[in-house]
Nanobody, 123 residues
Framework: QVQLVESGGGLVQAGGSLRLACAASGRTFAAYTLGWFRQVPGKEREFVARITGIGQMTYYAISVKGRFTISRDNAKNQVYLQMNNLKPEDTAVYYC????????????????WGQGTQVTVSS
């Protein structure tokens, strides 16, 4: 089991940038795939990006590809989401999650979740 705590959310104008961080506990952090998801009220939680433990291979949702970058520091048990050129439609609660399956991209493939951090992009 991995415990996750997100930080870095806030209010930003369209076109601006934010960097989210997720601190994880657990001695086997490097073995997990880490993902970022987001959710707005009344809608399902959606996949944003993931990074594998071994090889640190990345994968992005089409809606954020080219604007967001996911990275991790296994020595610090941290995963990050750099968000550039933010748009109002990026407004959501962003969640960090951990999965055992290397190529996980579905919500139900992730067993451990953080509490979320709010990102609001004003137009």
């Amino acid at each position: 089991q991995v415990q996750l705590v997100e930080s870095g959310g806030g209010l930003v104008q369209a076109g601006g940038s934010l960097r989210l961080a997720c601190a994880a506990s657990g001695r086997t952090f490097a073995a997990y795939t880490l993902g970022w998801f987001r959710q707005v009220p009344g809608k399902e939680r959606e996949f944003v990006a993931r990074i594998t433990g071994i090889g640190q291979m990345t994968y992005y949702a089409i809606s954020v590809k080219g604007r967001f970058t996911i990275s991790r520091d296994n020595a610090k048990n941290q995963v990050y989401l750099q968000m550039n050129n933010l748009k109002p439609e990026d407004t959501a609660v962003y969640y960090c999650a951990a999965a055992r399956a290397p190529l996980a991209s579905q919500v139900d493939e992730y067993a451990d979740w953080g509490q979320g951090t709010q990102v609001t992009v004003s137009s």
